[in-house]
């Protein structure tokens, strides 16, 4: 497992870590929101002199081949070798595609991730998934690789809109989920609305430990890693459908993905309805709506059959007997999924 660090002197850390991985080119990987927002914060490095910038569109419709063919590109303009290493500044999107640019340059060169929104720190950037989106499916083509260092400086979320905020934290609720019901009621009572930063930095060490942990007993998600994915089975389906029309960022639409995921833990594996009750409030509240309508079951149904956990026809699901109770491998009928969304479209 890569050592991920939470720091507050973000300079001190990256020079340690550069210095620590021998390298002949240094890449600097940023979209254009972070070149503007963040790079500034560590460029004027002596470690990073002579280094290449390589800038990329920002949002999930830069996370494609094209994106990444011009970052390969670049790197061999640059004269790149197997010797070099990768520096991602930025959120997923970045350190996803990054990390894949990476991964599979002359078979692989080290990266170092310094993911800067929220759902970059508690999730994207820790973990080793890297990759890109390809024909409208999320995530489709990538490989499992650990970084070199995660770096995680809390002063980045000052950067950060409050959808932003609100995207990373619903990361931090599936954590909440699959962890303790002390951890979980921490985040429902935290006030989203008008967020406290350094209470926030202090809950994302917490939330980054809940997958560290998980990660470090599977990295390869054979078996318990799995757990990371509640939410997504149907989550993902509600990103991939948005992307159609009007994109949403991948939090709100694991936040939905929760509601629906929830009602099947209740209905299949036990949950509690009560606690099932409290999230479902607390995400109306923070993400509002997602407007589906029946007629579009079918093509959601659809998205969720391209699942990358499905096994032999059936959809995946993770689902919770209780706060911390894990069930992983669950599957779930069409007339089931059906309700779930029912629920989901009836509640909104
Ligand atoms: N985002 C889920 C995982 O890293 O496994």
């Known amino acids: 497992m890569e050592g991920v660090i939470i720091s507050t002197d973000i300079r001190n850390e990256v020079s340690k870590a550069i210095a620590s991985c021998p390298h002949d080119k240094l890449f600097i990987l940023t979209d254009t929101t ?5 790079l500034p914060l560590i460029e004027d490095l002596d470690c990073l002199s002579g280094s290449h910038h390589i800038s990329i569109g920002p949002t999930d419709e830069h996370k494609n081949i094209d994106t990444l063919t ?9 004269g790149g070798t197997r010797h070099s290493l990768m520096l991602n500044l930025g959120g997923g999107m970045v350190t996803d595609l990054g990390g894949f640019a990476a991964s599979t340059f002359k078979r692989g060169i080290p990266f170092i991730n310094i993911p800067t929104t929220l759902l970059s720190m508690v999730d994207a950037s820790v973990g080793g998934k890297t990759g890109i989106n390809f024909n409208g499916l999320k995530n489709e083509i990538g490989v499992f690789n650990q970084p070199f260092r995660v770096l995680i400086d809390t002063q980045f979320l000052h950067t950060l809109d409050s959808q932003n905020i609100r995207s990373g934290y619903a990361e931090m609720l599936k954590h909440g989920l699959i962890s303790t019901p002390e951890h979980l009621s921490e985040l429902l009572s935290f006030d989203i609305e008008h967020p406290d930063l350094s209470k926030l930095g202090e809950m994302v060490g917490r939330s980054v ?9 599977d990295p390869l998600e054979h078996g318990l890693r799995k757990a990371l994915n509640l939410g997504h089975t149907v989550g993902h389906a509600f990103e991939s459908f948005a992307l159609k029309k009007t994109p949403v960022l991948h939090g709100y639409a694991v936040a939905w993905g929760l509601i629906c995921e929830l009602y099947l833990s209740c209905v299949k594996t036990g949950f509690p309805t009560s606690i099932m009750r409290q999230c479902v409030q607390f995400i109306k509240e923070t993400y509002g709506a997602f407007n589906i309508t029946c007629d579009d079951y079918p093509t959601l149904f659809e998205l969720m059959t391209h699942d990358k956990k499905n096994t032999s026809g059936s959809i995946n699901f993770t689902l919770l007997s209780d706060v911390g109770g894990i069930e992983i491998n669950q599957t779930a009928s069409k007339d089931e999924i059906y309700e779930a969304l029912d629920f989901f479209r009836e509640g909104m």
């Open 209 to 217: 430990e809940v997958k560290e942990k998980i990660v470090e007993s």
């Open 70 to 78: 011009a970052v390969w590109s670049l790197m061999v303009g640059y």
């Open 34 to 38: 972070t070149q503007s927002l963040c």
